[in-house]
């Protein structure tokens, strides 16, 4: 299985900026796309970046000019940068990777979760 662990979130004022990181371990074989989500209490779980194996990215609308998110391919590693954070932003950020792995039987596909880090924009 893949696992992937995720570090950076806390509390910091509105106009502060934080950096998430999320690094995956297992039996790898490629990462074809990493992501970062966002939950906020009450609502559904949405996109925030994504990047594909090529370092194409996509962000969503709220987010763009404001945060930036990359990769260490030699990591196994995606991180979000996230400058002049709002209190909007406040949510339960998680980390998704696609990708493949190894097994017993050949490679098959992955789609891995992290925990979750909690982020706090206060006024």
């Known amino acids: 299985q893949v696992q992937l662990v995720e570090s950076g979130g806390g509390l910091v004022q509105a106009g502060g900026s934080l950096r998430l990181s999320c690094v995956a371990s297992?039996?790898?074989?490629?990462?074809?796309?990493m992501g970062w989500y966002r939950q906020a209490p009450g609502k559904e779980r949405e996109l925030v970046a994504s990047i594909t194996d090529g370092g194409s990215t996509n962000y969503a609308d709220s987010v763009k000019g404001r945060f930036t998110i990359s990769r260490d391919n030699a990591k196994n590693t995606v991180y979000l940068q996230m400058n002049s954070l709002k209190p909007e932003d406040t949510a339960v950020y998680y980390c998704?990777?696609?990708?493949?792995?190894?097994?017993?039987?050949?490679?098959?596909?992955?789609?891995?979760w992290g925990q979750g880090t909690q982020v706090t924009v206060s006024l």
């Open positions: 998704n990777f696609r990708g493949y792995r190894g097994g017993v039987y050949g490679r098959y596909r992955f789609d891995s």
């Open positions: 297992g039996n790898i074989l490629s990462i074809n796309a």
